[in-house]
């Protein structure tokens, strides 16, 4: 298993993209994310984490994400706009096998 | 305005450390300071986190609210560590947690999509605290939410201030009004199958008298 950097960066702001997603939270385990961070926010070269984890197995493709929901949308209709969104952007990627697309709102409103 | 002064409770070391794991290093003291300092500077790593976001919410929230509850009982509650504020500051604390995975369908074979518990109980609350002269002191979902299908109670218990009843209303025709909001917000935001919505009244506070009206010195 490995981390795959595949077309994760423009993900964000496909994501963010889709009507009703008003946030992306990062996906990764907690303390990971967090470290990440710190290290960008002190060492100027290195990236921000992406909030989206894409990861190589292999059956394919395991993609998360972790949105925010605007209040005036539902938000079981907005999380499968991201998931079908996701799998659209891959398509048009090289369509590679895809495992998994989970999707996870965590705030809403 | 001066946002009011909000009693916190004491709580042990690991309890401490769960929250700041929750709140991504934060506590709710430190957010609430952060509303203090009316966010500034901002801090990346309390807006970024859902967790912390919801907390905010839920503050600024209880601060409105106090603002319009009569001073006194405001002090009286203050005194305290069992009241009806220091109630709602401790479950603030509880329900950042992302709590369980709720399923939502998909036709996709790859999909796994779902709601976090926090996420359903965050707009519950919103729903509830904004009808007005209701505060949501505890909200629970009683059943196995990680089943599709299954049968899912909601429970809340609210406090009720006078400002928010109609002339003549009862607190029963209040709750209808919550039970109703809540509802509305189940069936648009999750796929849960409800039960019932259970409500219970713990507290009733006194809101303070309107302004001096027009002639009335003011200080």
């Known amino acids: 298993m490995s981390e795959s950097a595949v077309a994760a960066g423009e993900l964000d702001d496909y994501i963010l993209a889709v009507p009703g997603v008003d946030a992306l939270y990062p996906a990764g385990p907690l303390l990971t994310t967090v470290v990440a961070s710190v290290v960008a926010a002190l060492i100027p070269s290195v990236a921000a984490p992406n909030p989206i984890v894409v990861v190589e197995r292999s059956g394919g493709l395991s993609i998360a994400a972790n949105i925010g929901v605007a209040p005036d949308h539902a938000a079981p209709d907005v999380c499968r706009r991201v998931h079908d969104a996701i799998a659209e952007h891959f398509r048009h990627a090289g369509d590679p096998v895809i495992s998994e697309i989970a999707v996870t709102v965590a705030r809403i409103g | ?219």
């Open chain 2, 1 to 219: 305005m001066n946002a009011p002064d909000i009693p916190f409770v004491a709580f042990d070391p690991e309890e401490l450390a769960e929250e700041q794991a929750r709140l991504s290093g934060h506590t709710i003291e430190d957010l609430n300071d952060y509303l203090d300092r009316g966010r500034t500077p901002s801090d990346s790593s309390i807006d970024d986190s859902p967790a912390c976001t919801t907390a905010l919410t839920r503050l600024e929230r209880l601060r409105a609210a106090l603002r319009r509850v009569d001073s006194a009982a405001v002090d009286r509650e203050s005194a305290g560590t069992d009241g009806w504020v220091a109630t709602i500051i401790d479950s603030i604390r509880l329900e950042t947690r992302a709590g369980r995975r709720i399923p939502l369908t998909s036709d996709s074979p790859v999909a796994r999509l779902a709601l976090t518990e926090g996420a359903v109980i965050g707009v519950l609350r919103t729903a509830g605290d904004g009808i007005d002269g209701i505060l949501i002191s505890r909200c629970r979902l009683d059943g196995d939410v990680t089943e599709p299908g299954a049968q899912i109670t909601v429970r809340l218990e609210v406090s009720v201030g006078a400002d928010g009843m109609n002339t003549g209303e009862s607190i029963t025709a209040l709750t209808s009004r919550l039970r109703a909001a809540v509802h509305a917000v189940l069936v648009q935001q999750t796929e849960l199958s409800i039960a019932a919505v259970d409500i219970t009244v713990t507290d009733l506070y006194l809101t303070t008298p309107p302004p001096s009206s027009e002639g009335e010195a003011d200080e």
